[in-house]
């Protein structure tokens, strides 16, 4: 029986996501999807466009969306689910994962992330190198954790939000959806859907005209 996966996006992102499935699924077939990149070839894996993968002929097929913008994650799953095409989850080996967490699918955790215990993650996570989310926290759809995001407990992080690299988000605050917490950030209070906080201690990012 023929597994063919199809890695969504073959810019860094999902260059950096095809091994782990690779180590993952030995025996399956994997390709890289990107209508604006195919067809071509890179790293060992050819590129096709989307219809060019639901023509390819598999007795399973299944789709890691490997795209950063968290938007487009959203759009690409809904054309998965519409088409009845599940979606992967692209785990490193290194991962450490403890006790009553749940993910929805298609998450991808990257080398060395940590989620301790009793934990709720929605649809589509990504969270990026030695990043890690402590215990009961709440996070939603389409969150991003870059490269060392720190998420320590009871943390509620809404739909499409984004933390930036060695960010850290202290215990027990809510991030609200679509907000975006700067690089290097540490967030002591609570943050508004939408908006942007940079610095330490974290404040609004207010833009000059």
């Known amino acids: 029986m023929k597994h063919l996966i199809g890695v969504y ?29 195919a067809p071509g070839f890179i790293n060992s894996h050819s590129i096709v466009d989307w219809t060019s993968f639901l023509e390819c002929e598999a007795s399973v097929k299944s789709v890691t969306i490997a795209i950063a913008a968290s938007r487009v994650r959203q759009a690409l799953a809904k054309k998965c689910a519409a088409v009845g095409i599940p979606l992967l989850e692209a785990r490193a080996a290194s991962v450490v994962q403890m006790d009553d967490v749940v993910i929805g699918g ?67 605050i809510n991030i609200g959806a679509g907000a975006t917490v700067g690089m290097g950030a540490i967030v002591i209070r609570d943050v508004e859907p939408g908006v942007t906080v940079v610095g330490n201690p974290a404040k609004l990012l207010v833009k000059e005209d």
């Open 106 to 172: 298609g998450a991808c955790l990257s080398p060395f992330v940590v989620l301790t215990s009793n934990i709720r993650i929605g649809q589509c996570f990504h969270a990026n190198l030695n990043s890690y989310v402590e215990h009961d926290c709440v996070i939603g759809d389409f969150v991003t954790l870059a490269p060392g995001a720190k998420v320590n407990g009871n943390v509620a992080i809404g739909d499409h939000a984004y933390i930036g690299a060695g960010a850290v988000l202290r215990q027990g």
């Open 9 to 37: 996006g073959a810019a860094g992102c999902g260059r950096g996501i095809m091994p782990l499935l690779r180590a993952q699924y030995p025996t399956s077939e994997l390709v890289f999807i990107d209508d604006g990149q």
